[in-house]
């Protein structure tokens, strides 16, 4: 499989007040089209990090970020938010609905951006949401729907513009057992059904297990 | 599902928030309104002023009386049509708190003077030729119940002894922004009475005014009214109408030009009610913009949200202000005595400023909120608990 996402020696060091904290320090990574990629490693080791630059919502000090043949490095902030929209779908530990909107219009959010008509807009959110199973509860806002389910409308926004890679940031890190299970197999079904290529930061060991390669940070530098 | 619905359901997110919001822009544009209303009564007079109409008056101060021979050699200058004059008598009527004009005229050429007093011709044709007869204006006539016959017993005070007069003809004001609140009678039954009782008062006019034919010779008849009673025992001074109004308010520009600041104070109150309010909603959203621009939502996209919704609560708040400040209005102007503010209305450019200052105070409270929301990188607004 070629490599869908391509990290060549990069580091990233975050300024607070007048010191520079080294996050991460000479990353490579490839991962190939297809992958179901869990990042781990203790707080601070630079997994959100290293996340964060993969999905183009932070930038490196050094080094280049090649996602689909683009290197994500060298947009700038308006073609890195438009690149966001239609290559990368997120999905975030506290999910991250809007709560004014319902589940429709919430997954229906980054699919206002694209030039489809409201009609196939409709036919979209309508089929991700019967993908995540929540069907019956699009009219239903974020407060109606338990964690589990929330999580599943925010995989549904993620996976809704159909976007080259999903990267999740600890996607069960605030649900029980049970509903962290139900959004694990989810993601592991659209690797597997759906060929999205998915990259997931856990602390979950049990969570990791559903991926096909573990990696681990460490300091910031990669095992 | 668009922005714009987006924009409605943030502006509802706090009910109670926005509901005190708007409740408190309303207020502040509803008193903006008042106090304009109240700048704009004051300066009524000057507005109602018309061009061709001079007023000469004694050259000392307004109070001093000028003889009533210098009419005729006005009249007698090039360019003057004709020649009116009054006195300011004032008296009680019923009390002291009923206030309200009450000056003598001369019928024959007050109302050809001052057109914008409507009189129906026979109720002008009685009032001539009764002498103890008075015009009193619509609003009068409907605050005190006066019908065309009625007895108006007045205590004189500048004019001492009771004085009783036969309401003739009621006035009404040509529009709004003519007084209908005044009360005229006949000079010559005032002369008459101070001929037999204060004899060295008899003759007196209080001030004349002169319709001239060419508004923009106003300035030279004016000298040359002035200039026949140089060095005289009355020296007149003679302005425009419109500058003789503005000497009145010149003395009481500091009370007006506080009036002046403090409605716009009330703009400045608005800006901190919304700015605060806005400010909140923003840093409580902070997570939220950042996952908008995760997201791929660009900076425009924020701004119309935000901006939008500032608009939106301004809007509401300006209207409601609005619909307000129509009944504080009226409800002022009926507990106030009625001569203080003879022409009391809302006028439309009060609305208009009032509504443009609310919206665009909507418009500037944003600002704020909308540079911390651009300038949050996306990675510390995800980390943000609201």
């Known amino acids: 499989m070629p490599s869908i996402i391509q990290v060549q020696d990069v580091s990233k060091a975050y300024r607070r007040d007048s010191f520079d904290i080294p996050v991460l320090n000479n990353i490579s990574l490839e991962i190939p089209e297809g992958e179901f990629l869990a990042l781990m490693g203790p707080s601070g ?65 980054p699919l206002l951006l694209t030039s489809l008509s409201k009609k196939d807009r409709k036919q979209h959110v309508e089929a991700v949401l019967t993908v995540v199973g929540l069907k019956d509860r699009m009219n239903h806002y974020p407060k109606q729907l338990s964690g589990g389910q929330e999580q599943r409308v925010a995989i549904a926004r993620a996976i809704a513009t159909d976007p080259t890679i999903l990267v999740a940031d600890e996607p069960t890190g605030d649900l029980d057992k049970s509903s962290a299970d139900e959004i694990l197999t989810l993601l592991e079904r659209l690797n597997k059904e759906f060929k999205k290529t998915i990259v997931m930061v856990t602390h979950d060991p049990r969570a990791a297990e559903k991926a096909h390669t573990i990696r681990h940070l460490d300091k910031g530098e990669l095992k | ?29 509803m008193a903006f309104g008042l106090l304009r209303t109240v700048v704009t009564a004051w300066y009524a007079g000057i507005e109602a002023s018309a061009a061709n109409r001079l007023i000469t008056r004694q050259a000392v101060s307004f109070i001093f009386p000028l003889p009533y021979a210098y009419r005729d050699q006005i009249a007698k200058i090039p360019g003057v049509e004709i020649v009116t004059y009054m006195n300011w008598f004032q008296g009680v009527y019923i009390d002291k708190n009923q206030f309200f004009a009450r000056m003598a005229c001369d019928p024959e050429t007050f109302f050809n003077v001052y057109p914008e007093f409507i009189v129906p011709p026979d109720q002008m044709e009685t009032f001539k030729k009764e002498r103890n007869s008075c015009v009193v204006g619509r609003d009068i006539a409907k605050q005190y119940n006066l019908k065309i016959g009625d007895v ?123 700015g605060n309010t806005m400010i909140m909603a923003a840093r409580e959203r902070t997570r939220e913009y950042a996952v908008f621009k995760t997201l791929g939502f660009s900076g425009g996209h924020l701004v119309g949200l935000i901006a939008g919704e500032s608009f939106l609560i301004s809007f509401f708040g300006g209207g409601l202000g609005l619909l307000m400040t129509f009944p504080l209005i009226n409800m002022f102007e009926a507990f106030m005595p009625k001569g203080w503010f003879p022409i009391f209305n809302l006028e439309p450019i009060t609305m208009i400023l009032a509504g443009v200052s609310a919206l665009s105070v909507g418009i500037v409270a944003s600002l704020f909120p909308i540079q911390r929301a651009l300038g949050t990188k996306i990675v510390d607004g995800l980390r943000h608990i609201g």
């Open chain 1, 45 to 109: 080791s630079g997994k959100t990090t290293l996340l964060n630059l993969i999905a183009g919502i932070d930038r490196p000090n050094k080094g280049t970020i090649v996602v689909g043949g683009t290197n994500i490095a060298s947009l700038n902030e308006s073609h890195l938010a438009k690149w966001r929209s239609t290559h990368v779908g997120f999905v975030f530990q506290f999910y991250n609905l809007l709560p004014v909107l319902t589940a429709f219009e919430n997954v229906e959010l």
């Open chain 2, 1 to 29: 599902m668009k922005i714009l619905k987006l924009v409605f359901k943030n502006a509802l997110r706090h009910k109670l928030r926005s509901f005190l919001t708007i409740l408190g822009i309303g207020i502040a544009v």
């Open chain 2, 152 to 274: 108006m017993p007045i205590e004189g005070d500048i004019y001492p002894g009771r004085w009783e007069f036969v309401v003739r003809a009621i006035y009404q004001p040509r529009d709004k922004t003519v007084d209908g609140t005044q009360m005229l009678f006949h000079w010559e039954y005032l002369n008459e009475r101070m001929k037999q009782e204060m004899p060295i008062r008899a003759g007196d006019v209080g001030w004349y005014i002169v319709k001239i034919s060419d508004p923009s010779k106003s300035a030279q008849i004016s000298e040359q009214i002035d200039a026949l009673f140089k060095n005289s025992r009355a020296e007149t001074k003679t302005e425009t109408e419109r500058a003789f109004q503005q000497s009145f308010i010149a003395a009481t520009s500091a009370i007006v030009t506080a009036m002046n600041v403090m409605s716009f104070v009330i703009i400045g109150i608005i800006m901190l009610v919304l």
